[in-house]
């Protein structure tokens, strides 16, 4: 797939807004339950095994984002195992971290938006068979215009999963189980899910770049 093409333009007609993407998301996750049910294992093991919390939940999201991209009628093109796109998809994590932190440390803002613009890195791995740097390079490409909105999702996101986390706490004290169970089950979603939605709506599948190309 080539990002020659690039538009700001969504592929499947939608308008990329927070609000859009939120009622997708929810829309998405209803229809597959199957997303919902990994969540739930991701979240317990992420609460009883705070260690293993980061490396689960990122293996979740690989299966999450592909089960949320075939909800959403996309095609997964990708040839390689499933293994072998969690491998890349952990390597294009710790890649992609790199300028996040950087973002991050030199003030928040700035870190949440280099997120934002790589926000479809997930499900250019997982569904159409990219390398860390190549997908990098596609999130880079087709966010472009989009970043603002991105990054306006992502912060609602973050403090609602924040602010659920803090009132179990607040109200339930010494359940920190509890309080990590719910907000790695909202905000889990919430991340791969709504990576694979923007995906679906910001990037053309073949047939569709094919039908594009065809028009002009």
């Known amino acids: 797939m080539s990002t020659s093409s690039v538009s700001t333009a969504s592929a499947d007609g939608e308008s990329l807004t927070v609000a859009t993407l939120f009622r997708r998301v929810v829309e998405t996750t209803l229809d597959e339950p199957s997303i919902l049910g990994l969540y739930v294992v991701v979240a317990l093991v992420s609460a009883?095994?705070?260690?293993?919390?980061?490396?689960?939940?990122?293996?979740?999201?690989?299966?999450?984002?592909?089960?949320?991209?075939?909800?959403?009628?996309?095609?997964?093109?990708?040839?390689?195992?499933?293994?072998?796109?969690?491998?890349?998809?952990?390597?294009?994590?710790?890649?992609?971290?790199?300028?996040?932190?950087?973002?991050l440390v030199l003030l928040v803002l700035p870190g949440l938006y280099v997120f934002a613009r790589f926000f479809l890195v997930f499900t250019a791995i997982m569904v159409d068979d990219y390398g860390p740097l190549e997908a990098l390079a596609v999130s880079?490409?087709?966010?472009?215009?989009?970043?603002?909105?991105?990054?306006?999702?992502?912060?609602?996101?973050?403090?609602?999963?924040?602010?659920?986390?803090?009132?179990?706490?607040?109200?339930?004290?010494?359940?920190?189980?509890?309080?990590?169970?719910v907000g790695t089950?909202?905000?889990?979603?919430?991340?791969?899910?709504?990576?694979?939605?923007?995906?679906?709506?910001?990037?053309p599948s073949d047939e569709e770049q094919d039908v594009v190309d065809g028009d002009e």
Do not use: D, Q
Request: proline share 3%; no cysteine.
């Open 48 to 103: 009883a095994v705070p260690r293993l919390g980061g490396l689960v939940s990122l293996l979740g999201a690989g299966g999450a984002t592909v089960l949320a991209y075939r909800a959403l009628g996309g095609e997964v093109t990708a040839e390689s195992s499933l293994g072998l796109r969690l491998v890349l998809l952990v390597v294009g994590s710790v890649v992609m971290s790199i300028p996040v932190t950087v973002g």
């Open 140 to 181: 880079f490409a087709y966010t472009e215009g989009h970043g603002l909105t991105l990054l306006g999702y992502l912060v609602v996101s973050f403090v609602t999963a924040l602010a659920l986390s803090v009132a179990i706490l607040f109200l339930l004290p010494n359940t920190g189980f509890l309080a990590t169970f």
């Open 185 to 203: 089950l909202v905000f889990g979603p919430v991340i791969s899910v709504g990576g694979a939605v923007a995906y679906r709506t910001l990037v």
